[in-house]
């Protein structure tokens, strides 16, 4: 099948079990970073955003952490599923309309 | 519903021949991106417009074009294909404006082999 990446970092997750993604970015000054979701053989999907003056945001089962001391990212994933098997990147807004997208985190879900 | 359709989930060409890629939104949205994703390689802008007959280079622009004739359509361009082309391609819309979030949309992609 399809890989949109053979040399991802992989997080490997018990079904029902919590899953962390994390992400560091590069540039102090983004204000807006996106998490997307890409299944094999689709294209990047919306999964939740977060603005630079927040620290969390919640969706449906899913959480952003955002630490700017750091610089650091992290989404999290309750009780996964395995429809949650997917690559996750995250991106940052740098300039303009432009998004800078990191390397993505392969999640495998084990039954 | 937001909707990106790219016209072909799989195209197969020769070394040296004019490709286009063609990608359609329907959500009136005013910024339109064309990346290319290889493995270990993340995705990488090839060249973004932010409004019609408007283009600017991405990160990777090199043997690439583009054309916006109507707000709605973004085109690439492979003059003379190379196999080093081989990839997936990826298109993108998103809405501009201060209040308005950055969120990309994404087509379903392209996967080009070179031959």
């Known amino acids: 099948g399809e890989s949109v990446g053979l040399h991802l970092p992989t997080l490997s997750v018990q079904e029902g079990d919590n899953s962390i993604i994390n992400c560091a970015y590069s540039?102090?000054?983004?204000?807006?970073f996106i998490w997307y979701k890409q299944e094999s053989g689709k294209g990047p999907q919306f999964i939740i955003d977060?603005?630079?003056?927040?620290d969390k945001r919640q969706g449906q089962r899913v959480t952003v952490l955002l630490n700017k001391t750091v610089k650091h990212l992290s989404l999290q994933i309750a009780a996964t599923q395995p429809g949650d098997s997917a690559v996750y990147f995250c991106a940052e807004n740098t300039a303009g309309n432009k998004l800078t997208f990191g390397g993505g985190t392969r999640v495998l879900v084990k039954p | 519903d937001v909707k990106v359709t790219q016209s072909s989930r799989y195209l197969v060409k020769r070394t040296g021949e004019k490709v286009f890629l063609e990608c359609v939104q329907d959500?009136?949205?005013?910024?339109m991106f064309w990346y290319r994703q290889d493995p270990g390689l993340g995705l990488r802008l090839i060249y973004f417009s932010y409004d019609v007959k408007m283009k600017e280079k991405g990160d990777i622009p090199e043997g690439y074009s583009v054309s916006r004739e109507k707000k709605e359509r973004f085109s690439l361009i492979l003059e003379s294909a190379s196999t080093n082309q081989t990839s997936m391609y990826l298109c993108a819309s998103s809405l501009s404006g201060i209040l308005a979030k950055n969120i990309q949309y994404f087509g379903a992609g392209t996967r080009l082999s070179v031959l």
């Open positions: 959500m009136d949205h005013e910024n």
């Open positions: 977060i603005r630079s003056n927040m």
């Open positions: 540039n102090s000054a983004s204000d807006y």
